[in-house]
């Protein structure tokens, strides 16, 4: 089945420590997403990607790291810089450019630090 | 930049009855707007989207939303309402003109409700 992969589903750590969350697809999508959904604000880019190699900030990437080696997989690092990590992430990827018409979700990585 | 406002935060409703859940969008030449939907503790789901060409837009469970132009409005409404509807409704634009690739601007969505 072509989808978004998002692991671990849930992910507890330790105030200071980093964190990496897992993201893969398997729909040959050119670009990839990382949103940060917290309640009441709906969701907000962190990263995006349009291309291997190459990655471009969203609205809130302070205490966030990515990278793209390979075009299916685009993890995600919550640096201990991130002030306030405790969030529900979710990875997106759609077609680029000309091709876009919808962005398909994975099913989220709940992160709780403590 | 693109800005969504669902002024809605919360919509209870009972069962079999009309609901519409609003959206208003910073105006721009071009847009492409989507409602999406999201279960708890799951990702989001398209439900329907508008690209171009006929303003209303209709998915396979009975929603429908109209692109108006002048209001700069992307209203989700469906007749009669199901207790499997309850859920979170987002609704969303993207900019394809900008250079900023195709990413997506949300609104901060809304809890609707059905009631029995």
Redesign the interface.
């Known amino acids: 089945d072509g989808g978004?992969t998002?692991s671990p589903k849930y992910l507890f750590r330790k105030e200071g420590q980093n964190v990496t969350l897992s993201c893969e697809q398997n729909l040959n999508h050119d670009?990839m997403?990382w949103?940060r959904q917290d309640p009441?604000?709906?969701?907000?880019?962190i990263y995006?990607s349009?291309i291997v190699n190459d990655f471009?900030k969203?609205d809130i990437a302070e205490g966030y790291s990515v990278s793209r080696e390979k075009k299916e997989s685009f993890p995600l690092t919550v640096t201990s810089a991130q002030k306030n990590p405790t969030a529900?992430y979710?990875c997106?990827s759609?077609?680029?450019?000309q091709g876009?018409?919808?962005?398909?979700?994975?099913?989220?990585t709940?992160l709780t630090v403590v | 930049a693109q800005s969504v406002t669902q002024l809605d935060s919360q919509v209870p409703v009972f069962e079999e009855a009309p609901v519409e859940l609003r959206c208003n969008y910073s105006s721009s030449v071009s847009v492409y707007l989507f409602w999406y939907v999201q279960y708890p503790n799951q990702g989001l789901q398209l439900l329907l989207k508008y690209l171009s060409g006929s303003t209303l837009v209709e998915s396979i469970n009975g929603f429908e939303a109209e692109f108006n132009k002048s209001q700069t409005s992307f209203h989700l409404r469906k007749p009669s309402v199901h207790i499997s509807d309850t859920a979170e409704y987002f609704c969303a634009v993207s900019d394809p003109l900008t250079g900023g690739g195709n990413k997506l601007t949300f609104g901060t969505g809304t809890q609707l409700k059905v009631e029995l």
């Open positions: 978004i998002q670009a997403y949103y009441g604000q709906g969701l907000r880019l995006y349009q471009q969203g529900f979710l997106a759609s077609w680029a450019g876009f018409t919808e962005a398909f979700f994975g099913q989220g709940r």
